[in-house]
């Protein structure tokens, strides 16, 4: 059983996450703030769950296992989130910036 | 029962109109993020796009990864980063040339991998052969959700649990100043 007559099929999603995706990249490769990058992880990792959840929801047998997936990367995100803003506050107290080109410090 | 709406001849359902809204909201803002120079603004962005991806979600019938997005994208990972920028710049003196770096060379990676992305996503056999027309009307809701997590994915939920656990441990660690005297 499907909504068929929702009348969005799944590729409208795919490109979504797809676009999401590529943003997300180009704002991997522009941005120069160690803040920004991550902001633009977020992006990817969203753009990944677009994916999972769209799959999981429009199998012609539909499984809960796309959601479950989903959560976890919810879940290591967060950690992921934590982790890298501990390490950029203790660069910005040691340097006083966050600029990604200029942290030198682990260059031999 | 759907109802349809006739627009230039087309049958449009509302389902339609709330996904072209709820996708240009998520993907204007998300725009946003990567085109903001000042950074407080991208990371309020970030939200406007956490929230937009929920609304996705609805439309996907899965009701309870809306709710978790809200909660733990827009509500915690949002504040997380906006607390980390107010610790750790100084958000107004950045003007658009200092924080976007080689545009015009990360647009044109970033097109061909969308190029990429669409092409496949557009060619694919095998999408069309096991993928239905409109997403699953079963139940998955919470109890689904929390039935699947208990009994199948126990294992990868603890195994969650402690990354999570070691994970902000960690970030404690880190974080924290080293003073002389103190252990």
Same mark, same amino acid.
């Given at each position: 059983?499907?909504? %068929? +007559?929702? =009348?969005?099929?799944? @590729?409208?999603? $795919?490109?979504?996450? *797809?676009?999401?995706?590529?943003?997300?990249? &180009? !704002?991997?490769?522009?941005?120069? %703030? +160690?803040? =920004?990058?991550?902001? @633009?992880?977020? $992006?990817?990792?969203? *753009?990944?769950?677009?994916?999972?959840?769209? &799959? !999981?929801?429009?199998?012609?047998?539909?499984?809960?296992?796309?959601?479950?997936?989903?959560?976890?990367?919810?879940?290591?995100?967060?950690?992921?989130?934590?982790?890298?803003?501990?390490?950029?506050?203790?660069?910005?107290?040691?340097?006083?910036?966050?600029?990604?080109?200029?942290?030198?410090?682990?260059?031999? | 029962?759907?109802?349809?709406?006739?627009?230039?001849?087309?049958?449009?359902?509302?389902?339609?109109?709330?996904?072209?809204?709820?996708?240009?909201?998520?993907?204007?803002?998300?725009?946003?993020?990567?085109?903001?120079?000042?950074?407080?603004?991208?990371?309020?962005?970030?939200?406007?796009?956490?929230?937009?991806?929920?609304?996705?979600?609805?439309?996907?019938?899965?009701?309870?990864?809306?709710?978790?997005?809200?909660?733990?994208?827009?509500?915690?990972?949002?504040?997380?980063?906006?607390?980390?920028?107010?610790?750790?710049?100084?958000?107004?003196?950045?003007?658009?040339?200092?924080?976007?770096?080689?545009?015009?060379?990360?647009?044109?990676?970033?097109?061909?991998?969308?190029?990429?992305?669409?092409?496949?996503?557009?060619?694919?056999?095998?999408?069309?052969?096991?993928?239905?027309?409109?997403?699953?009307?079963?139940?998955?809701?919470?109890?689904?959700?929390?039935?699947?997590?208990?009994?199948?994915?126990?294992?990868?939920?603890?195994?969650?649990?402690?990354?999570?656990?070691?994970?902000?441990?960690?970030?404690?660690?880190?974080?924290?100043?080293?003073?002389?005297?103190?252990?």
């Amino acid at each position: 059983m499907s909504h %068929s +007559a929702y =009348g969005i099929p799944i @590729s409208w999603f $795919l490109t979504v996450g *797809a676009m999401l995706f590529c943003i997300g990249l &180009f !704002g991997m490769m522009v941005r120069r %703030s +160690a803040i =920004g990058m991550l902001l @633009s992880v977020e $992006l990817m990792l969203n *753009a990944a769950n677009i994916n999972l959840i769209a &799959f !999981g929801s429009y199998l012609k047998a539909p499984t809960i296992a796309g959601q479950i997936f989903a959560i976890f990367v919810v879940t290591l995100a967060a950690a992921e989130a934590a982790v890298g803003l501990a390490i950029v506050i203790n660069i910005y107290r040691l340097e006083q910036h966050v600029d990604a080109d200029k942290i030198t410090a682990m260059k031999l | 029962m759907i109802r349809h709406v006739s627009i230039f001849g087309f049958e449009i359902t509302g389902y339609q109109i709330a996904f072209v809204a709820l996708a240009g909201v998520t993907l204007g803002s998300a725009a946003m993020v990567v085109l903001m120079p000042n950074i407080l603004r991208a990371a309020l962005f970030l939200g406007l796009t956490l929230f937009g991806i929920a609304g996705l979600y609805v439309l996907m019938n899965a009701p309870f990864l809306a709710a978790v997005q809200v909660m733990i994208y827009v509500g915690a990972i949002t504040t997380m980063i906006i607390l980390a920028i107010f610790l750790s710049s100084r958000v107004m003196k950045i003007g658009f040339g200092q924080a976007i770096y080689n545009p015009v060379l990360a647009f044109g990676a970033a097109g061909l991998m969308f190029l990429f992305l669409f092409v496949t996503v557009a060619n694919s056999i095998w999408v069309r052969d096991i993928v239905a027309a409109g997403p699953a009307d079963t139940d998955v809701g919470v109890n689904a959700v929390a039935a699947a997590l208990l009994q199948p994915y126990v294992f990868p939920f603890e195994l969650a649990s402690l990354v999570l656990l070691a994970a902000l441990v960690g970030a404690i660690v880190i974080s924290k100043e080293d003073r002389p005297g103190e252990p």
